[in-house]
């Protein structure tokens, strides 16, 4: 579809669900850049108007009877989930979207966001998308999950016609599965690919070695991966193959979008609709700092998320961006408490710690096309898709860079597979922590 047509589609029915999307992005992206002090003002407001309201239509916060923000709680998935009704202002009414968790880890959890709240963050991801020169109705290569069901497939066809995007199956793929993509993109002419980090990236591999890297789809202008860790050698590959640059995007499907990348290729925070604190493992709650994102909507007033344990570890920090830009930044986003592995002493390791191990491998050629890491114990599962240049010096080395970290508390099992198994929702976890169990798995 015409990018023009598909903007003029996409504002219609904006104003048909009557949401102000569009004004919201008009106000966030207006001249003159606010400062970070200005940022926080515009937060503090915020913050004050949200507790009061809380404070009187929200049960379990007028039960609490809390004397301030900071006197608040952490709340996690199992309270939600326990205890719904506790948590919204009234029972969902029309113009109410309802957020579902992909429950990777347990059932899904339903969360309800009002009308204002999701137009302001439809706002607030075009404005990013804006930093990487996408506007809405773009046409938009879209590597997702496939629904299942022929009635919730007749929809998504519907809303991805209207949505000006087409959709790229991320489950069970190979390279002849993408040499059909390419040909089906080249027809498409996207302006640019969203979807699972892992996908797109596995995508980025079959052009190089095909050999069709460096502008194989003229009129893209940006790569945005999402729901996945991107780490910097997935980056490099992929501004290898596709020839544009990477805006990596973090997000929940709880609140949706949290933060983008912006030209410099650091993570914004969508500060205007979300105030992110840190909760440190000693249980401290803090403004920046290592540590787990706890998360509060500004605006939704249906079921407000305020100090929402994401279950998401990284860094918050105070610095500022090259670009300029004055909303806060994270840095070094990686998985959840699930996905984690527990070392000596609990000590935890993120699939972060594990990406470096496999990047040793990885010094000429391409041993490793993917990996998993899973924890049973004591007994590290190194799960492996072979790349063309693997041998089996492989293993060893893997086995040294563990030894040199953990002494000889793990023992190793090496399983190679022809792909890594998607979890329902089409992510691909690549750290994964059967045991032991945590009060973390518990509650996330």
Not at 142 to 154: N, Y
Not at 279 to 290: A, F, M, N, P, Q
Request: hydrophobic share 35%.
């Amino acid at each position: 579809m015409n990018e023009t047509i598909a903007n003029l589609i996409y504002r219609s029915a904006a104003v048909f669900r009557r949401e102000a999307t569009f004004r919201y992005l008009q106000e966030y992206e207006r001249p003159g850049l606010r400062s970070p002090a200005e940022i926080i003002e515009y937060q503090n407001i915020a913050i004050s108007n949200l507790f009061r309201f809380i404070s009187k239509k929200i049960p379990f916060y007028r039960d609490g009877q809390f004397s301030s923000f900071e006197s608040l709680p952490v709340i996690s998935k199992a309270m939600l989930k326990e205890n719904a009704a506790r948590f919204m202002s009234g029972a969902p009414a029309g113009g109410v979207t309802v957020k579902i968790t992909s429950g990777s880890t347990s059932e899904p959890l339903k969360v309800y966001k009002d009308r204002e709240a999701m137009a302001r963050e439809q706002a607030a991801t075009y404005r990013s998308y804006g930093w990487a020169g996408i506007r809405p109705g773009a046409r938009q290569a879209r590597f997702w999950g496939v629904p299942l069901q022929r009635g919730d497939a007749w929809k998504h066809k519907v809303r991805d016609f209207l949505l000006n995007r087409s959709r790229y199956s991320a489950f069970r793929y190979n390279e002849r599965t993408f040499e059909k993509y390419l040909a089906r993109m080249r027809r498409q002419s996207p302006s640019y690919i969203y979807g699972y980090t892992s996908v797109i990236h596995d995508f980025a591999r079959y052009l190089i070695d095909s050999k069709l890297d460096g502008r194989p789809l003229p009129e893209l202008r940006a790569v945005i991966p999402t729901a996945e860790i991107l780490t910097d050698s997935m980056r490099s590959d992929m501004e290898r193959a596709y020839g544009v640059k990477v805006f990596d995007e973090y997000g929940c499907a709880e609140v949706g979008s949290i933060a983008h990348d912006c030209e410099q290729g650091r993570l914004h925070i969508n500060s205007e609709n979300l105030y992110v604190e840190i909760l440190t493992d000693s249980g401290e709650i803090v403004s920046k700092g290592e540590g787990r994102f706890l998360l509060t909507e500004l605006h939704n007033r249906i079921e407000p998320l305020v100090r929402y344990d994401s279950g998401d570890y990284g860094i918050l920090t105070k610095k500022t961006c090259p670009c300029g830009r004055p909303q806060q930044l994270l840095e070094n986003v990686h998985g959840r408490a699930y996905d984690t592995v527990i070392g000596p002493g609990g000590a935890k390791y993120n699939a972060a710690f594990f990406s470096y191990i496999f990047k040793e491998v990885q010094h000429e050629g391409e041993a490793i096309r993917q990996f998993q890491v899973i924890q049973n114990d004591q007994e590290i599962t190194f799960r492996i898709v072979r790349g063309r240049d693997f041998e089996p010096g492989v293993e060893e080395t893997l086995n040294r860079l563990l030894a040199d970290e953990f002494g000889d508390h793990f023992s190793t099992r090496f399983e190679y597979v022809d792909f890594i198994e998607r979890e329902r929702s089409g992510k691909l976890r690549q750290l994964k922590r059967i045991s032991p169990i945590d009060p973390e798995m518990k509650e996330h």
